[in-house]
């Protein structure tokens, strides 16, 4: 077992509103290893931002709570942090790349202020030495250091997320986190900007959390995968374990509505319905109603974690009967 960076243990996170409470995260646990990367994926509303807000704490409170879990960063649980305490670890040991490089930059300062804003508040550097070191690591995503002293708007998608890229990783930190960094740039940009961000991390030797509902992009870079639906982990494993072993009836239906060029079919299966409500989840397994394994118990009853492999663990009811297997739609070997 590789050192853990990152333990998150029954994590709970509800957005208490005036007319309901959305239980945005329903006990979440999952770990990150030095240097692993692990893929978070599910469907919008499942819930993988807001589990990445609360290991920054940057759930917006109120509304937003933490009402029980712990998550351990570099053994040290920071949940119960006070601010100014979590401001020092926030960018030094766990930083955040955000979806939009658009809206993450502020226009008023340039590139290399805002890199070297972070290097010199963590690292307790001078102006100038911040703002060479500021350079240097444009540099290293590509961009010349003369650009240093531009604007945002001065660059283009894929330059601006290069540009998040180098402050989140301005002061090497032992986690980084990923919130779908490719969905506003074009395909050709996109495969540059993950080339990149595999690069830096493996020269960093840093661990990260990809968020994201592209499975193309968590074959590319992730080594363990976490698989979310209304606010819980339903599925856990490795790459291998997720891609040629799948074992929840949502992971396959995310699969099936994928299209495969050694299957040409006609249509693609999509996933009936719709995610519940997470102001008004079901009371038995959340996926019960869109499941075409669903049994009658499957709507009454919650389903617990239960481990096939070592590491390959599935929350489905299901497999209380020893024949039940998932097949895909083109096989899993």
């Known amino acids: 077992m590789s050192e853990k ?19 945005a995260v329903n006990g979440i ?3 990150i290893g030095k240097e692993e990367t692990l893929g978070l994926v599910g469907e919008t509303g499942a819930g993988k931002t807001t589990a990445a807000l609360s290991i920054m704490r940057l759930i917006q409170s109120p509304p937003g709570a933490i009402k029980s879990g712990a998550v351990v960063l570099n053994g040290r649980d920071v949940t119960g942090l006070p601010i100014r305490r979590m401001e020092a670890i926030r960018g030094k040991e766990v930083a955040m790349i955000f979806q939009d490089p658009m809206t993450s930059l502020d226009p008023v300062f340039t590139v290399g202020d805002q890199i070297a804003e972070s290097i010199a508040l963590h690292e307790k550097l001078s102006k100038a030495d911040a703002m060479k070191r500021a350079e240097e690591i444009l540099e290293l995503v590509g961009i010349p250091r003369s650009r ?21 990783l301005s002061c090497n930190p032992s986690l980084l986190i990923a919130d779908e960094p490719t969905t506003a ?11 990149l961000m595999k690069e830096l991390k493996n020269k960093y030797q840093t661990a ?15 080594d363990n995968v976490a698989v ?33 060029i050694n299957a040409r079919v006609e249509s693609l299966k999509p996933i009936p319905g719709l995610m519940p ?8 397994c959340a996926f019960a109603p869109r499941c075409s394994y669903a049994g009658e118990r499957c709507h009454t ?33």
């Not at 960076?5 to 239980?23: D, F, G, K, P, R």
């Not at 990260?208 to 992730?222: P, R, W």
């Not at 489905?316 to 020893?322: E, Q, S, V």
Request: proline letters at 6%.
């Open 208 to 222: 990260m959390l990809m968020i994201t509902h592209d499975l193309g992009v968590v074959s590319e870079i992730c």
């Open 148 to 168: 240093a002293l531009e604007y945002p708007h001065q660059f283009s998608g894929g330059m601006k997320q290069r540009v998040v890229i180098a402050i989140a």
């Open 277 to 284: 409500n997470p102001a008004e989840l079901p009371p038995g």
């Open 5 to 23: 960076v990152l333990s998150i243990e029954n994590l709970v996170v509800h957005y208490e509103l005036e007319a309901e409470t959305v239980h």
């Open 29 to 31: 646990s999952l770990s």
């Open 301 to 333: 009853s919650k389903p617990v974690p239960r481990e096939l492999e070592s590491g390959h663990i599935v929350e489905c009811l299901a497999y209380d009967d020893p024949s039940f297997q998932i097949v895909r739609r083109w096989g899993n070997g």
């Open 185 to 195: 740039l074009d395909v050709t940009i996109q495969a540059q900007v993950l080339e």
């Open 228 to 260: 979310m639906y209304a606010g819980r982990i339903v599925e856990v494993g490795s790459a291998k374990d997720i891609f040629l072993h799948t074992a929840h009836p949502y992971t396959e239906g995310l699969f099936n509505s994928l299209p495969n």
